[in-house]
């Protein structure tokens, strides 16, 4: 007799008296325990991917709510400096390079993509490319999260040459009540990017050194892929109310 369990989208089939000695859910290649011995998951038709690692600690909550509240503070303080001084707004928002800016969000939001397409790959425990380099198809969690990395860095980079420009033309942290809040705002985003791609880092060095990608590996990807979807989102919004609406 064979039963089949379902659960977020995997299907693995097993013997129905061996269900209730089942700790968790495999994908082919990986084993399955039964009765304290470890038996390769192919010998039981997994025929789905497995499902995806959850992360719902509280303090994941708790770090977003956090930075919400955090980024919420930012936005506050430019929208009551901008009603008091409109005039100085006026004039220097002259200065800021919005197409510069539109080409280095694109990069930013892209990111997300590649990010996600990372955690798919993690999520079917796939560590690494299984054909050739130019098939992105194969690709696994590492060479995503690469390009994720590559992204990220082009970003900041770009964020770096547009504060040397606006410098070079007069606009400091202290040269007015805009170039404060200016720096503040997107200075603090770039901050938490670079946390970002710490954080990536760390999950790649991580995958690196397991021997086995499994739970643990796919779990911490997940989590670092919220963060960094989270800061993509964010900065959407600050380019919107600092290069768009002025």
């Known amino acids: 007799m064979v039963a089949i369990l379902a659960r977020s989208g995997g299907v693995v089939r097993y013997p129905r008296e061996s269900r209730d000695r089942l700790p968790y859910l495999a994908p082919a290649g990986a084993f399955l325990r039964f009765n304290g011995t470890y038996v390769p998951s192919d010998d039981y038709a997994v025929t789905h991917s497995c499902h995806a690692p959850q992360s719902g600690s509280r303090w994941h909550h708790r770090l977003a709510q956090a930075l919400v509240m955090f980024f919420a503070g930012l936005f506050a303080m430019y929208f009551t400096l901008r009603a008091q001084v409109p005039e100085v707004w006026a004039e220097k928002t002259e200065l800021l390079n919005v197409p510069f800016a539109l080409a280095n969000t694109t990069i930013l939001v892209l990111s997300s993509f590649t990010a996600q397409a990372g955690v798919w790959a993690a999520e079917r425990y796939q560590r690494r490319r299984t054909g050739s380099f130019w098939n992105v198809k194969s690709w696994g969690m590492h060479e995503w999260f690469v ?91 600050l380019f919107a109310v600092i290069y768009l609406v002025q």
Do not use: C, N
């Open 147 to 237: 390009l994720t990395f590559i992204m990220g860095s082009i970003f900041v980079a770009g964020q770096v040459y547009e504060y040397a420009m606006l410098v070079s033309e007069g606009l400091t942290i202290s040269s007015s009540p805009y170039g404060s809040v200016f720096y503040l705002t997107t200075g603090f985003h770039g901050l938490h990017v670079i946390g970002g791609l710490i954080a990536m880092l760390f999950v790649l060095a991580r995958s690196f050194a397991a021997k086995k990608f499994g739970t643990h590996e796919a779990t911490t990807t997940i989590v670092v892929s919220y963060y960094w979807h989270f800061v993509d989102v964010v900065w959407i919004a």
